[in-house]
């Protein structure tokens, strides 16, 4: 892992690992997924965001500002932070192929092309959007919660707020 960046809160720690498969970073911290499904992490986490030592057959994370998503080698999704928060409900999740979350919310790719969403109040309409996109083959979200975007099976991107000057003209 090569890191550069701030270190203030030990970020910086993520340039010792090694076998890694993928390095995702929060605001304040960086998950590391190990080839043999295991997690590392390193930074600040105030909501518990790097309690990742007992996961295992992970396959993919998302990391947030507030709280981190993993994905299972049996398609369920564990988070980790503040695990009380409404992002945090996933454990009923099944059949999940792709895991994205943002500040305040997480969503899980079903294998059927839809899409599951967890929130709080302030991102319910992350929610509404989510819920009506279809054909989806991929999940993406803006780590400070701002909004989510996902791809779908023609290749159209399919955003949760209006959007950006920059997006339209894609």
Known sequence: VRYTGDNRWGQG???????MQGVFCGETYILGLCRDGTVKGAGYAEAGQLSVAN????????????????LTGNGRVLCT????????????????????C???????????GT????????HASVARAARRWTGIVGLFADVGGRYACAVDVDGRVH????????????
């Open 115 to 122: 899409v599951a969403v967890t929130c709080d109040r302030a």
């Open 13 to 19: 720690e993520a340039s010792l690992w090694t076998a």
């Open 55 to 70: 996961w295992a057959s992970i396959s993919l994370l998302s990391c947030a500002s507030t709280h981190a998503a993993a």
């Open 81 to 100: 932070g503040d695990e009380r928060a409404p992002w945090a409900c996933t454990s009923d999740w099944t059949d999940i192929v792709d895991v994205a």
């Open 102 to 112: 943002g500040r305040g919310f997480t969503l899980g790719l079903k294998r059927d």
């Open 159 to 170: 955003l949760s707020v209006s959007a950006p000057r920059e997006v339209r003209e894609w």
